[in-house]
Nanobody, 114 residues
Framework: QDQVVESGGGLVQPGGSLRLSCAAG??????LAWYRQAPGKEREVVAS????????YYRDSVKGRFTISRDNHKNTIYLQMNNLSSEDTALYYC?????????WGPGTQVTVSA
């Protein structure tokens, strides 16, 4: 498995939106997830998606605001983030969902600030 590469982060005002992307050589039949790590905090799962894309999971704090999706033909997953708040500021990563993970990519920084 090639290293994943995340993109799409940036600086956005509170209430704004961003769409993150994550690409790799091959996602295959893996459940995938977006994670984030804020300064001084543990890395946490934000959202996950099954191999077919039929089932998704969201942590409570992002439910109704974030949407995870995947395009298996493009080996890419996405995270649409709406109504962002300062609490969403973090470095965002994608990886396999669960305890077995690939090498972490560089992540993409999301900063929500007025």
């Amino acid at each position: 498995q090639d290293q994943v590469v995340e993109s799409g982060g940036g600086l956005v005002q509170p209430g704004g939106s961003l769409r993150l992307s994550c690409a790799a050589g091959w996602f295959g039949g893996y459940a995938l997830a977006w994670y984030r790590q804020a300064p001084g905090k543990e890395r946490e799962v934000v959202a996950s998606i099954t191999p077919s894309g039929g089932t998704t999971y969201y942590r409570d704090s992002v439910k109704g605001r974030f949407t995870i999706s995947r395009d298996n033909h493009k080996n890419t997953i996405y995270l649409q983030m709406n109504n962002l708040s300062s609490e969403d500021t973090a470095l965002y990563y994608c990886n396999r969902d669960g305890s077995i993970r690939w090498t972490w990519g560089p992540g993409t920084q999301v900063t929500v600030s007025a």
